[in-house]
């Protein structure tokens, strides 16, 4: 656009506007408007990712709830889901948030390894959290999943 063309433009933008200066200003407004807002992370996604830090948990970008157990959270933390004080927030195997009802006491590295309507959840292994494993036999025989000793049990959705 060459300098002729924007002071048209800007001079029919200013008829309504009221003034070149206004005419100027919303342009700039508008402009700003576009560009500055994809420089930032959406407001409710970082509240929940500094909510779940706070509380020392793991934040989960995918999945039901995102926020999840560390080995540093605190015994009296609780990771809710749906306002539910019996169902929680815990990782699956495949790495999304998953709300958890009840759980089997039976370890797996996959969901098809849980019966029907279960889900594979993995936890830090909180004892060997220092570990830095590369296969079951450093973690004691549980799952090692990025080179962390998991813990693995099948469970099923909270109702809804």
Same mark, same amino acid.
């Given at each position: 656009?060459?300098?002729?063309?924007?002071?048209?433009?800007?001079?029919?933008?200013?008829?309504?506007?009221?003034?070149?200066?206004?005419?100027?200003?919303?342009?700039?407004?508008?402009?700003?408007?576009?560009?500055?807002?994809?420089?930032?992370?959406?407001?409710?996604?970082?509240?929940?990712?500094?909510?779940?830090?706070?509380?020392?948990?793991?934040?989960?970008?995918?999945?039901?709830?995102?926020?999840?157990?560390?080995?540093?959270?605190?015994?009296?933390?609780?990771?809710?889901?749906?306002?539910?004080?019996?169902?929680?927030?815990?990782?699956?195997?495949?790495?999304?948030?998953?709300?958890?009802?009840?759980? !089997?006491?039976? *370890? /797996? =590295?996959?969901?098809?390894? +849980?019966?029907? %309507?279960?889900?594979?959840?993995?936890?830090?292994?909180?004892?060997? !959290?220092?570990? *830095? /494993? =590369?296969?079951?036999?450093? +973690?004691?025989? %549980?799952?090692?999943?990025?080179?962390?000793?998991?813990?693995?049990?099948?469970?099923?959705? /909270?109702?809804?």
């Amino acid at each position: 656009m060459d300098e002729r063309s924007f002071d048209d433009l800007v001079r029919k933008f200013s008829a309504r506007a009221g003034s070149r200066r206004r005419a100027l200003e919303l342009t700039g407004a508008a402009l700003l408007t576009g560009v500055v807002p994809p420089l930032f992370p959406r407001d409710g996604e970082a509240m929940s990712r500094r909510k779940c830090h706070k509380k020392n948990g793991r934040y989960l970008s995918s999945g039901q709830c995102h926020c999840t157990y560390s080995c540093e959270t605190h015994h009296n933390v609780d990771f809710h889901c749906h306002g539910n004080r019996h169902c929680y927030c815990y990782q699956t195997v495949a790495g999304d948030a998953f709300c958890m009802g009840a759980s !089997a006491p039976s *370890s /797996c =590295t996959a969901d098809d390894q +849980c019966a029907t %309507g279960f889900r594979c959840i993995v936890t830090l292994d909180c004892s060997r !959290a220092d570990v *830095s /494993c =590369t296969g079951p036999a450093d +973690c004691g025989g %549980g799952l090692c999943l990025n080179s962390r000793c998991m813990t693995t049990f099948c469970a099923t959705p /909270c109702p809804t």
